[in-house]
């Protein structure tokens, strides 16, 4: 019998190619997912050797609109002193709302996934998918000029 995978586990997909485009494994990064009972987001903890030391972050992978950094300050509490991590990351959808997230936590947009009218979309390039409306710039004022001209034939 042949198991599908879930739609979690193709999110998940989306999310480890946006992570590798962000901390790519030629920069170094080795990418370790963590432990993180309190939450179901997924988080992951990022090392790589910069001369002669370790250098760690912690990335945690939100897709709810309203973003939590529970996941984030839990495996922050374990890193402390000389094993502290350098930075803290969410990666979310686009058009989530990240007022509630700390300075010191940087966000990531996701390119793969966002937010429209509430509700989770794939952003994908195929026919038929629905686009974020883009802010209208103000109209110059021109001469007026027909939407089509005729042509020769």
Request: glycine share 6%.
């Amino acid at each position: 019998m042949i198991s599908m995978g879930s739609a979690q586990d193709i999110m998940q997909t989306f999310a480890n190619r946006e992570i590798r485009a962000h901390f790519s494994p030629f920069d170094g990064w080795e990418c370790q997912r963590a432990e993180s009972p309190a939450t179901r987001d997924t988080v992951f903890l990022l090392t790589r050797d910069v001369r002669g030391k370790k250098e760690s972050i912690a990335l945690a992978v939100s897709f709810d609109e309203e973003p939590s950094v529970t996941a984030l300050a839990g495996i922050a509490a374990g890193h402390t002193g000389r094993h502290a991590l350098k930075s803290q990351y969410l990666l979310v959808p686009k058009e989530a709302n990240v007022s509630s997230v700390p300075g010191h936590i940087r966000v990531l947009s996701m390119n793969t996934f966002g937010f429209s009218d509430g509700e989770l979309i794939w952003l994908t390039k195929k026919k038929g998918v629905k686009h974020y409306t883009q802010p209208e710039m103000p109209a110059k004022a021109m001469a007026a000029n027909p939407a089509c001209e005729p042509h020769a034939a």
